[in-house]
T-cell receptor
Framework: QKEVEQNSGPLSVPEGAIASLNCTYSDRVSQSFFWYRQYSGKSPELIMSIYSNGDKEDGRFTAQLNKASQYVSLLIRDSQPSDSATYLCAVTRGRDSNYQLIWGAGTKLIIKP | DGGITQSPKYLFRKEGQNVTLSCEQNLNHDAMYWYRQDPGQGLRLIYYSQIVNDFQKGDIAEGYSVSREKKESFPLTVTSAQKNPTAFYLC????????????FGSGTRLTVV
């Protein structure tokens, strides 16, 4: 079992619809959770962080965390073609004081005009 | 503006040659990381450093070496012992303990010719 799992996609969503991206993780004591967006050939860019159960909203993005079920999700409302990218989920490695992030392989999202 | 600068953007290595990738940050971050990214895979940790003159091996350190002589700089050397070095290399930094995500450089794409 991978430590952080994501559906590789591609996930195709019509423009204006809601895109839903999911991520599950195996380490029950992970503390911090992140979503990064990576355009082709570019470096990852942090778009959302979440640390406690529930929802966190920032503009068109909402991150959801459920520690009991060990999953974190990202919702993108009113999807735009510019949202087409690979979305990487990352979680902290337990209570590791060295602060390492464990990465999923990413979900490729395609927004169709 | 603060950030992380990686150079060069593209690098070509001949068989048996050592090459060094540069990573410089002016964010005053204590921790720095080197990752390797291959197509369709997540980020894999090569080395990381939390303090000057100290660094630890990540999951795929064989064939690589690093140094951390200054807080701002964390160069990565890809040695001839690394048999499959063609990949996208990413440098990142953060402040451990704040719980925040990583900031990434723009990456170096290394190709063996």
């Amino acid at each position: 079992q991978k430590e952080v799992e994501q559906n590789s996609g591609p996930l195709s969503v019509p423009e204006g619809a809601i895109a839903s991206l999911n991520c599950t993780y195996s380490d029950r004591v992970s503390q911090s959770f992140f979503w990064y967006r990576q355009y082709s050939g570019k470096s990852p860019e942090l778009i959302m962080s979440i640390y406690s159960n529930g929802d966190k909203e920032d503009g068109r993005f909402t991150a959801q965390l459920n520690k009991a079920s060990q999953y974190v999700s990202l919702l993108i409302r009113d999807s735009q073609p510019s949202d087409s990218a690979t979305y990487l989920c990352a979680v902290t490695r337990g209570r590791d004081s060295n602060y390492q992030l464990i990465w999923g392989a990413g979900t490729k999202l395609i927004i169709k005009p | 503006d603060g950030g992380i600068t990686q150079s060069p953007k593209y690098l070509f290595r001949k068989e048996g040659q050592n090459v060094t990738l540069s990573c410089e940050q002016n964010l005053n971050h204590d921790a720095m990381y080197w990752y390797r990214q291959d197509p369709g895979q997540g980020l894999r940790l090569i080395y990381y450093s939390q303090i000057v003159n100290d660094f630890q091996k990540g999951d795929i350190a064989e064939g690589y070496s690093v140094s951390r002589e200054k807080k701002e700089s964390f160069p990565l050397t890809v040695t001839s012992a690394q048999k499959n070095p063609t990949a996208f290399y990413l440098c990142a930094s953060t402040v451990p303990g704040r719980g925040g995500g990583y900031t990434f450089g723009s990456g170096t794409r290394l190709t063996v010719v």
